[in-house]
């Protein structure tokens, strides 16, 4: 019997990339699948897909290789465990965290949550990291220019997902709700509203 079904995700994440296979197959649950989501939508996987089986549902995970069959993710580990929860929240509401990149270097982040509708339960989110050049900002759909700054635009269709910009020691970036309720006009504005925190 699984005890941390988390940990054994992270397990075969990890064992799949360093065998250097092309796909991973996990269990499915709603906690894996969600945290599946965000490692797609953060640029971290090539792409999932949930399939029915006999007996539940598995995910089936395609692995994102750069630069020849070098690994997108370099290192990932569990924090917070059953027996041991860890909770860090900002003074400001920001969520810190450190993340490396390919080389293995420190980079410093964050991610503020704003609700925009709690009852529909519709939430947006800005981001911020000193990795200047993330994978989940590595193809944008197009770029604009918004208050003199030149923004980065990803989009979902004819939605805007992301609206980014980078600075000389950082790059930042605004997240639409799950069902991209924000219209693109209003990204843009949020966008251009902000500024470099201190």
């Known amino acids: 019997m699984l005890t941390d079904p988390i940990a054994d995700y992270l397990t075969r994440l990890r064992n799949a990339q360093r065998a250097e296979h092309q796909e991973v197959e996990v269990p499915a649950s709603r906690l ?47 924090v917070s465990r059953p027996g041991r929860r860890r909770y860090v929240k900002g003074d400001d509401g920001a969520r810190t965290y450190s993340i490396r990149d390919r080389s293995g270097k420190l980079h410093r982040a964050y991610r503020v949550v704003l609700v925009e509708n709690q009852l529909e339960g519709q939430y947006y989110g800005i981001q911020g990291t000193t990795w200047r050049d993330p994978p989940i900002l590595s193809d944008p759909s197009a770029t604009r220019t918004v208050k003199g700054r030149r923004m980065l635009l990803f989009r979902a269709g004819s939605r805007l997902r992301f609206v980014a910009w980078k600075t000389d020691s950082a790059v930042y970036w605004i997240s639409n709700t799950l069902n991209l309720k924000l219209s693109n006009a209003e990204m843009l504005a949020l966008a251009g509203s902000l500024t470099e925190p201190k």
């Open 32 to 78: 894996k699948k969600e945290i599946t989501r965000i490692l797609k939508e953060q640029g971290y996987i090539a792409d999932y897909e949930v399939e029915p089986t006999r007996v539940g549902e598995v995910i089936r995970i395609q692995l994102r290789y750069a630069d020849g069959r070098r690994p997108v993710i370099s290192g990932i580990e569990r």
